[in-house]
């Protein structure tokens, strides 16, 4: 069973450890299925919304540019296909968006993957609570700085709506404040140092030990 440090509410390490749950937490790292539903969430993110005129689309006058034979340069129609400046696209995005799914299985094994490579990296912290006195960023930049993240590209993960949390974080550029049910596995790895409260860890151990 891996231990780690609870830090308290001020940043410090309390004395105190928690026992993470290896099957979550030191779990097998399963590269290609992590990849797979990382690409899978990231396309899902597009809107659908890209669009090209093809030659048939795109307003011309429709006029031929010279005249077929004679001029000693190569043969033109008008000015819509693909070849001019100002023509149509050829083979160009058009609206459409098909979401694509991953079983959930593979979405929870990728989702501990992600929180093992975390901890292997010494990457994930946890911390008693996170309930500040008020919501100040200064607040949050100090607790962060105590804890010797200062300038790390975080990620804090609440387990219940924070109001003086998730306004004391608002203001620093390289900290993101979620809540549970929002943290999906591109977020896990897309920051450098991943904080969560106690518990926010015991509700993730009580959905992925089943």
Wanted: charged share 20%.
């Amino acid at each position: 069973m891996l231990e780690l440090p609870v830090y308290s509410i001020d940043g410090e390490m309390s004395g105190n450890t928690v026992s993470l749950n290896p099957d979550v937490f030191q779990s097998e790292i399963n590269g290609p299925v992590l990849h797979q539903v990382v690409s899978v969430l990231m396309a899902n993110q597009h809107q659908g919304t890209a669009s090209t005129l093809t030659r048939g689309q795109v307003k011309t006058s429709g006029r031929k540019i010279w005249r077929q034979k004679g001029t000693g340069r190569a043969r033109h129609g008008t000015r819509s296909v693909p070849l001019w400046r100002g023509g149509g696209v050829a083979f160009g995005p058009v609206p459409g968006f098909t979401k694509k799914r991953v079983p959930r299985k593979m979405r929870r094994a990728a989702f501990t993957s992600a929180l093992s490579v975390k901890v292997a990296d010494e990457a994930f912290y946890v911390v008693e609570s996170l309930d500040l006195a008020d919501g100040r960023t200064r607040t949050m930049a100090a607790v962060l700085e105590k804890m010797g993240l200062t300038g790390c590209k975080s990620l804090i993960v609440l387990e219940a709506p924070n109001d003086h949390a998730i306004q004391a974080g608002a203001n620093l550029s390289r900290v993101e404040i979620q809540l549970l049910h929002q943290t999906s596995v591109v977020d896990l790895m897309k920051y450098d140092k991943v904080i969560m409260t106690r518990a926010a860890v015991d509700e993730i151990e009580r959905r992925l030990s089943n």
